[in-house]
């Protein structure tokens, strides 16, 4: 007899449990999940536009001089850092051999000077005109170093050599563009907005181009900037970055035409929900909305519209938005906060569920 109330006493705790997870799981009802559908129709915009290179540029030299040579021509493909033209630099190297020789007098003067101070055999005055002079100088040496290194021009990015401005022997004078680079990057799309369509840009969603050399192709769009202030014409420029795809990109100049996705200016979003899904309570109409991460659901209030004819209802409410998951049936029989678990999915090869 003591053996059975001992066995007793042991079960009872695992039968305790047993109920209390069973419980647990009751409480936690399934429940079928849909989502909730935008039904207002995006906005289509478009716009012609130019392809444009990410970087576009016309290189100078710093100094004037005659032009000894091109180390490329036009269509050459370059690297950066890579020689692109240089300008004769016999003068600017006479310049530096004597500014170099006179340098090195002026330095050696400097520095006898300011031992001989060291030891107090001469005046504070003559060791200041030797700090001074070192100081005018090296500063006159360093600035025809730099003149010399401006004779040659290389390029500040990888990319393709445009055009040729001018030709090997020609003077060109200080800031005269002389070749042109545009850099293998992505390309860029420019487009012009309206303003009416520029005070609506926080609604923009989605922006491809087209192009009529490539006809079965649409290039996807990433927003780059838009100008913040509008040109002569009253138009704010658009820039649009191409996404590199596996179709053939587009080449600097080429015209496009821009489409841009917009959703409607609105405040309140109508959408449409599971006529299941409703429920009233006091004459206000509410729907629950499920949170996978929490795996609970929460009461938001809607305001119904219409029905539709597919068994949805649209319906509109700040606090809902498009591929929100609502419970769609059985509304009735939870309450504000529930845990549930949603029903899982029908298998391709269980249809109806009945297996």
Not at 71 to 93: C, M, N
Not at 323 to 352: E, Q, W, Y
Request: charged share 20%; hydrophobic share 40%.
């Amino acid at each position: 007899m003591k053996q059975i109330l001992v066995w007793m006493g042991c079960l009872l705790p695992l039968l305790s449990a047993c109920r209390a997870g069973q419980s647990e799981q009751e409480q936690r009802r399934l429940v079928k999940i849909d989502t909730v559908r935008s039904t207002a129709p995006l906005v289509v915009m478009q716009y012609p536009g130019r392809v444009k290179a990410s970087q576009d540029v016309s290189l100078a030299f710093k100094v004037s001089g005659t032009i000894e040579r091109f180390a490329v021509t036009d269509g050459t493909q370059v690297k950066q850092g890579q020689l692109l033209v240089e300008l004769d630099p016999t003068d600017y190297q006479v310049q530096l051999n004597a500014t170099e020789a006179e340098y090195q007098q002026i330095k050696a003067e400097a520095q006898r000077v300011m031992a001989i101070y060291a030891d107090s055999a001469t005046s504070a005055s003559n060791y200041d005109k030797a700090v001074y002079g070192l100081k005018q100088i090296t500063a006159k040496y360093q600035h025809h170093k730099d003149q010399l290194a401006y004779t040659k021009i290389y390029a500040p990015f990888t990319g393709t050599v445009q055009k040729r401005l001018f030709e090997e022997h020609e003077t060109v004078g200080a800031g005269m563009p002389v070749i042109s680079l545009i850099s293998n990057g992505e390309p860029e799309v420019e487009i012009n907005l309206p303003a009416a369509e520029y005070v609506q840009r926080n609604l923009f969603s989605s922006f491809h181009c087209t192009f009529e050399v490539y006809p079965d192709q649409k290039y996807e769009l990433r927003p780059l900037s838009i100008t913040p202030k509008a040109n002569a014409n009253q138009l704010y420029t658009m820039r649009l970055q191409v996404v590199k795809g596996e179709q053939p990109m587009p080449s600097p100049g080429m015209s496009t035409m821009v489409t841009i996705l917009s959703h409607p200016s609105e405040a309140v979003e109508e959408m449409s929900v599971p006529t299941t899904s409703l429920f009233e309570s006091e004459g206000v109409s509410f729907i629950y909305r499920y949170a996978p991460a929490a795996g609970k659901i929460e009461r938001v209030a809607v305001e119904m519209v219409r029905p539709l004819s597919n068994g949805r209802v649209i319906v509109r409410s700040a606090l809902l938005h498009p591929n929100d998951c609502v419970i769609a049936s059985g509304v009735r029989h939870l309450k504000d906060g529930d845990a549930v678990t949603p029903l899982p999915a029908p298998s391709p090869s269980n249809v109806g569920g009945l297996l």
